[in-house]
């Protein structure tokens, strides 16, 4: 088993669990170049986080044994109608707007009807792409903040001085509460799943 990802970070803090049959190395997914190696290719709630799906089918089919399966799920259309709303009021601010000239929004949320599209254009067999309504109420707005901190907020952040960095938090930790918050103190976020299963003839 071979486990990977682009963030040093998250490497390091996975090596301590490596075995004899488990290793995890530093690789973008975006590069991933394995021929006809594994059984079996399986990502959760990560690959939202990829622009490009097509490379991506296509690099994991490269990779899998024939009869190899891949198995995905990922955020959906719909995923964090409530903090997208916010964020996307926030940027325009006339206290934040000059901070995000050529922002690049960093997800990729397609619909069930899209991703079926780009599967299908993949030549895997035993294609199947479904969704799921995964919505959550978070305990209290301490629970909520804590999601909004990570890693949510972490791409705005990015393009702020570290001086307009605590107010755009505040404003969007303000105003989600106010959007969210449920009469018994929960705050409700929708989320929603992408499905994915696959098979290399």
Same mark, same amino acid.
């Given at each position: 088993?071979v486990?990977?990802?682009? /963030?040093?970070?998250m490497?390091?803090?996975a090596?301590?669990?490596?075995?004899?049959n488990?290793?995890? !190395?530093l690789v973008?997914?975006?590069a991933?170049?394995?021929?006809?190696?594994?059984?079996?290719?399986?990502s959760?709630? $990560?690959?939202?986080?990829?622009?490009?799906?097509?490379r !991506? !089918?296509?690099?994991v089919? =490269?990779?899998?044994?024939?009869? %190899?399966?891949?198995?995905?799920?990922?955020?959906?259309? %719909?995923?964090? /109608?409530?903090?997208? /709303?916010v964020?996307?009021e926030?940027m325009?601010?006339?206290?934040?707007?000059?901070?995000?000239?050529?922002?690049?929004?960093?997800w990729?949320?397609? $619909?069930? @009807?899209?991703?079926?599209a780009?599967?299908?254009?993949? %030549?895997?067999?035993?294609?199947?792409?479904?969704?799921?309504?995964?919505?959550?109420?978070?305990?209290d707005?301490?629970?909520m903040?804590?999601?909004?901190?990570?890693? /949510?907020?972490?791409?705005?952040?990015?393009?702020?001085?570290?001086?307009?960095?605590?107010r755009f938090? @505040?404003?969007v930790?303000?105003?989600?509460i @106010?959007? $969210?918050r449920?009469?018994?103190?929960?705050c409700? @976020? $929708?989320?929603? =799943?992408?499905?994915?299963?696959?098979?290399?003839?």
């Amino acid at each position: 088993m071979v486990g990977i990802d682009a /963030s040093r970070g998250m490497i390091e803090a996975a090596r301590p669990k490596e075995r004899k049959n488990l290793r995890f !190395l530093l690789v973008d997914i975006n590069a991933l170049d394995y021929l006809e190696q594994f059984d079996v290719v399986f990502s959760n709630a $990560t690959l939202h986080w990829i622009k490009d799906h097509q490379r !991506l !089918l296509r690099n994991v089919g =490269r990779a899998l044994v024939q009869g %190899g399966r891949l198995r995905f799920n990922f955020a959906g259309e %719909g995923n964090c /109608s409530h903090f997208f /709303s916010v964020v996307r009021e926030a940027m325009p601010a006339a206290e934040f707007a000059g901070y995000f000239g050529g922002f690049d929004w960093p997800w990729y949320m397609p $619909t069930v @009807e899209e991703y079926s599209a780009l599967v299908d254009a993949s %030549g895997m067999d035993d294609r199947r792409v479904w969704g799921e309504n995964a919505d959550r109420y978070f305990p209290d707005a301490e629970a909520m903040i804590k999601w909004i901190d990570q890693p /949510s907020l972490v791409p705005f952040l990015a393009h702020l001085p570290d001086r307009a960095r605590p107010r755009f938090r @505040e404003y969007v930790i303000e105003r989600m509460i @106010e959007d $969210t918050r449920q009469d018994d103190g929960r705050c409700f @976020e $929708t989320f929603r =799943r992408i499905h994915v299963a696959a098979r290399r003839g």
